[in-house]
Antibody, heavy 122, light 106 residues
Framework: QVQLQESGPRLVKPSQTLSLTCTVSGASVRSGSYYWSWLRQPAGKGLEWIGRIYTSGNINYNPSLMSRLVLSVDASKNQFSLNLTSVTAADTAVYFC??????????????WGQGTLVTVSS | DIQLTQSPSSLSASVGDRVTITCHASQDITDFLNWYQQKPGEAPKLLIYDASNLETGVPSRFSGRGSGTDFTFTISSLQPEDFATYFCQQYDKLPTFGQGTKLEIK
């Protein structure tokens, strides 16, 4: 089955870049059946979709984050990554990577990585 | 953005109770709606996709229905392991989530 694991620094200073990587096992990031997605959840709050990348290189970003966000895929390592620039305390959250399964016009997020808490603080 | 409004935001219930959560979309999303369960410290888990389809392995006490702008999620008989937070999510446009409903033990 597909499994995902987030990795990256847990503490980032304000104005710097938050970088996370998601390692995929059980499926290829080249698969046409999935989008590879990032989501986040501030403590005690709801879920926010950040963006997704498809095997073709097609990328969709949350418009509210688009100016600071870069998503990429490294097929040789079966990983995908997130870079969020110019972070502030408002970017402190648990960050999840997730598989967005696509079946025709239908899609859903499953499975998810376990999530990693990233704190923005000096 | 398509806004999803869940109600209630929190709910107290007892084991064996039937509970229903509603999710209202700010525009017509046909049946492009999923439901997730999240327990503290864990990632969300898909329960229902396409408004009414039960994910494989999910108990049949969970169900969903609706289309257009109004959707419901029901647990027919609460079990101890069901106390969690539940989110709806639409994918008619770029994905958005409801704010969540926290289900607590009465």
């Amino acid at each position: 089955q597909v499994q995902l694991q987030e990795s990256g620094p847990r503490l980032v200073k304000p104005s710097q870049t938050l970088s996370l990587t998601c390692t995929v096992s059980g499926a290829s990031v080249r698969s046409g059946s999935y989008y590879w997605s990032w989501l986040r959840q501030p403590a005690g709050k709801g879920l926010e979709w950040i963006g997704r990348i498809y095997t073709s290189g097609n990328i969709n970003y949350n418009p509210s984050l688009m100016s600071r966000l870069v998503l990429s895929v490294d097929a040789s390592k079966n990983q995908f990554s997130l870079n969020l620039t110019s972070v502030t305390a408002a970017d402190t959250a648990v960050y999840f990577c997730a598989t967005e399964t696509v079946v025709g016009t239908k899609n859903w997020f499953a499975p998810w990585g376990q999530g990693t808490l990233v704190t923005v603080s000096s | 953005d398509i806004q999803l409004t869940q109600s209630p935001s929190s709910l107290s219930a007892s084991v064996g109770d039937r509970v229903t959560i509603t999710c209202h979309a700010s525009q017509d999303i046909t049946d492009f709606l999923n439901w997730y369960q999240q327990k503290p410290g864990e990632a969300p888990k898909l329960l229902i996709y396409d408004a009414s389809n039960l994910e494989t392995g999910v108990p049949s006490r969970f169900s969903g229905r609706g289309s257009g702008t109004d959707f419901t999620f029901t647990i027919s008989s609460l079990q101890p392991e069901d106390f969690a937070t539940y989110f709806c999510q639409q994918y008619d446009k770029l994905p958005t989530f409801g704010q969540g409903t926290k289900l607590e033990i009465k």
